[in-house]
């Protein structure tokens, strides 16, 4: 019995370490205890998780234009638009900023994907009663499409080509290799310069110069829901090839 057990206790322990290393930390939600402090208003979603939002521009009911904006990976609905204040008045331009499911203030959401993402922006429109006519601008960071998927990926620095190789192949390993430190991982998730075009790190620059005023919390529920969660969304398998969507509005 004592043999068997000597045996056998190793692999029970190394089974259970294994599987504390793969599995991500609890959430630190907003306004739980001691989560982070909740500042903006918010919604309720049908499967009862909370969207966080921010109005910016001239009044719901007296815009001309209504524009939801998405912000882009690892960043917040707070991160303002490099608009004016005059020319958003003059245009008669109404937005609407959120956080995305596990992004600054908005719960997570372990079952998010990409049809989720888009129903929370339906869900998010049609509680504040925007209307049939809005206009949806995302940020950044998006998935490309097809051929030029694979001409991208051989032009991305190599680990960001290791971590999109994870996220897209064996998903179940994407937290540890993230939070490994023996080898760089994303150098997205990293703000590496070296993911940036020249054009890139110019607007960047004129970016940074700026009065920072407002500070990212992109992170503080933590960095599987967010960041992580993002890469295994956009890089993952897709139920359908974007270039096969016919037109909606023909």
């Not at 882009?72 to 008045?89: G, M, N, Q, R, Y």
């Not at 994407?174 to 998730?189: F, G, V």
């Not at 990212?216 to 599987?224: E, H, L």
Request: net charge positive; with cysteine; aromatic share 8%.
């Amino acid at each position: 019995m004592a043999p068997k057990l000597a045996f056998v206790l190793p692999i029970v322990l190394l089974g259970w370490a294994f599987q504390a290393i793969l599995r991500p930390p609890l959430t630190k939600l907003c306004g739980s205890p001691g989560g982070p402090p909740l500042t903006s208003p918010r919604i309720k979603l049908r499967d009862g998780r909370y969207l966080a939002y921010r109005e910016d521009g001239v009044q719901r009911d007296k815009a001309k234009y209504k524009i939801i904006t998405v912000h882009a990976f690892d960043s917040t609905k707070d991160i303002p638009l490099l608009v004016s204040k005059e020319l958003v008045e003059e245009l008669g331009i109404y937005l609407l900023a959120f956080d995305r499911a596990g992004y600054g203030e908005s719960d997570p959401n372990p079952r998010r994907d990409v049809k989720s993402e888009a129903l929370d922006i339906e869900e998010l429109a049609d509680q504040l009663q925007l209307g049939p006519e809005v206009l949806c601008f995302r940020g950044l960071n998006g998935r490309i499409l097809t051929e030029l998927s694979r001409q991208a990926f051989k032009k991305q620095v190599v680990p960001e080509q290791r971590t999109l190789w994870i996220a897209h192949n064996i998903p179940s390993l994407l937290y540890l290799w993230m939070t490994q430190k023996w080898l760089p991982s994303s150098a997205a998730a990293m703000r590496n310069p070296e993911i940036f075009s020249k054009h890139d790190v110019e607007v960047l620059q004129k970016m940074m110069a700026m009065p920072r005023t407002i500070e990212n919390k992109s992170r503080q529920q933590g960095i599987y829901e967010s960041i992580h969660r993002d890469l295994l969304v956009a890089f993952g398998s897709w139920e359908f090839d974007p270039m096969n969507v016919t037109n909606p509005f023909p």
